[in-house]
């Protein structure tokens, strides 16, 4: 009985999970409160990029507690490691012991003190676009469900920030209307599913407007650096946030 109310009492606390506010300051939270309602030592959220439509590969997007330097620029495809597998499978794992498992040759790095781990797939619909990761000392069969909840909430509010975005900016819904009337590649309604490709049509309609309203090549140029400066100085504010 104990267990079942403390089990209640950790989904209640999920309820977190649907927060607002930018893709990557709730996904630095979902990361930590889901390391919290498992009680595991660490755990991350490792996303899908677009980069590369042909060979589609996850990056860490966030972490909670100790993670391996390595870790931050490790690009993981379907079926690599063991988060790859989880990507390719759509199925949660559990490994109590990650040293005497067949996945001991995946490992990124020994475990004796936390010799524990768990994967889910992140969802939004249908598609799976990352993977949610935890180790610990154990964990338990309930604790991998709960993890699965965590991870379609997670999915959920990744949905619910993109579209949130779209909604609040005129700009953009012009242009995934001009672009899927003209190309039909991405519809505005499900441009959440591929946000680099929105990226992209986003950055192909900013050049052609300047192009129509007349502004020579040096003009968008110097548009484009504005552009690259501003994005410079919000990593840099993101990086400082990181190391407070």
Do not use: W
């Not at 003190?113 to 964990?139: K, Y």
């Not at 949130?164 to 700009?171: I, K, N």
């Amino acid at each position: 009985m104990l267990n079942e109310t403390k089990h209640l009492l950790r989904l209640q606390d999920v309820q977190a999970l649907l927060a607002s506010g930018s893709l990557d300051a709730n996904l630095a939270h979902h990361a930590e409160l889901a390391r919290r309602l498992v009680g595991a030592t660490s755990c991350s959220v490792m996303l899908l990029n677009g980069e590369t439509p042909d060979d589609l590969r996850m990056r860490l997007c966030a972490s909670a507690g100790d993670m391996p330097a390595e870790a931050a620029d490790a690009l993981v495809g379907s079926g690599e490691g063991i988060c790859g597998r989880v990507l390719a499978s759509g199925r949660a794992l559990l490994v109590d012991d990650i040293d005497r498992s067949e996945f001991a040759s995946l490992a990124r790095r020994r475990r004796a003190a936390v010799p524990a781990l768990m994967s889910a797939p992140v969802r939004i619909d249908a598609r799976i676009v990352g993977v949610l990761n935890v180790s610990g000392v154990a964990f338990s069969e309930a604790e991998l469900q709960l993890l699965e909840v965590i991870a379609l909430f997670i999915g959920k509010s990744a949905q619910v920030i993109q579209l949130q975005g779209l909604l609040a900016s005129r700009f953009a819904q012009m242009a995934l209307v001009r672009n899927a009337h003209d190309s039909g590649t991405i519809a505005a309604d499900t441009a959440y599913q591929n946000p680099e490709e929105v990226a992209r049509i986003l950055a192909r309609s900013f050049y052609k407007e300047m192009t129509r309203a007349g502004f020579a090549p040096g003009q968008i140029v110097s548009a484009a650096t504005e552009l690259i400066g501003q994005l410079g100085g919000a990593i840099q504010q993101t990086g400082k946030a990181g190391r407070q």
